[in-house]
C-alpha cells in the first residue's frame, strides 16, 4: 500500500491560507500556487534513492551524494496542472515535462483523453503527476491509468486540496501511487467543488473567469 502524506509544515499551510481568499487577485493567487508546490516538492521528494559520487572540492577530493538516476518526469493535468510546474521545476531543474488533458464527457461525466504527450523514456522515471486540486478523483485516476499503460511503474500525485471522496477513489483505485496532499478539506458539495476549496483553480490561476 503507498503512503497518503497530508503536508503539516506551516509555510505550506499559511500559504494555502492565502489562496482560499476570495479577494486574493490572479497574480498573487498564481505566484503562492508555484510557491506552494516548491515547497511540497521538497516534501515529496524526501525518499528518493541517493547514490555516492566522488568529486574535487577546493580543498581535497570527497564522497558526495546524489540524486541516483537523476531521471524524473512532472505530468501535469491540463490545464490547473500547469501552475505547479513552475515551482516543481525550481526544486528539480533537471526534470523532463509531460502533458495530459482531459475533459469531462457531458454524458456519462467520465474523463476524456485530448492530449497526451510523455518523455519518450517516461516508463523509466519516477513521475509525479501534479493537479491543484483532487476532487471527485475522475481526472487523477484517469491521468494514472493512462500513464500505466504506457508502461509507467513509479507513479506519484501531488495535489494541493483534496476532498475525501478523490483520495478514496485515488487509494482504491490506484493504491501503489503515493499521494501527498497539502490540505484535506471537509467534503464535496452538490456541484462536485471542494468544500471549504477555492473555487476554481484554473480559473483562478489564468483569470478566465
Not at 484554473?202 to 473567469?209: C, L, Q, V
Request: glycine content about 8%; overall charge neutral.
Amino acid at each position: 500500500m503507498a503512503k497518503t502524506i497530508i503536508m503539516e509544515h506551516p509555510l505550506i499551510r499559511h500559504k494555502i491560507g492565502r489562496i482560499r481568499r476570495k479577494e486574493t487577485g490572479t497574480k498573487d493567487f498564481r505566484e503562492t500556487i508555484s510557491e506552494i508546490a516548491m515547497l511540497m516538492t521538497y516534501e515529496a521528494t524526501r525518499n528518493l534513492k541517493l547514490t555516492d559520487v566522488e568529486i574535487e572540492t577546493p580543498i581535497c577530493r570527497a564522497v558526495v551524494k546524489e540524486m541516483k538516476g537523476k531521471k524524473m518526469a512532472i505530468v501535469p493535468i491540463l490545464r490547473a496542472g500547469l501552475g505547479m510546474v513552475d515551482g516543481v521545476l525550481a526544486m528539480i531543474p533537471v526534470a523532463k515535462v509531460g502533458h495530459i488533458g482531459l475533459y469531462r464527457d457531458p454524458e456519462t461525466h467520465e474523463p476524456v483523453e485530448y492530449y497526451c504527450k510523455l518523455p519518450a523514456d517516461c516508463g523509466e522515471r519516477e513521475v509525479f503527476v501534479v493537479d491543484p486540486m483532487l476532487a471527485t478523483g475522475g481526472s487523477a485516476t484517469a491521468a494514472i491509468r493512462m500513464l500505466k499503460d504506457k508502461g509507467c511503474k513509479k507513479i506519484h500525485f501531488m495535489c494541493i486540496i483534496a476532498a475525501p471522496e478523490g483520495v478514496k477513489r485515488m487509494q482504491d483505485e490506484h493504491p501503489d501511487v503515493d499521494l501527498y496532499i497539502g490540505a484535506l478539506d471537509e467534503k464535496l458539495d452538490e456541484h462536485a467543488y471542494i468544500v471549504p476549496g477555492l473555487g476554481d483553480a484554473g480559473d483562478r490561476i489564468f483569470g478566465t473567469k
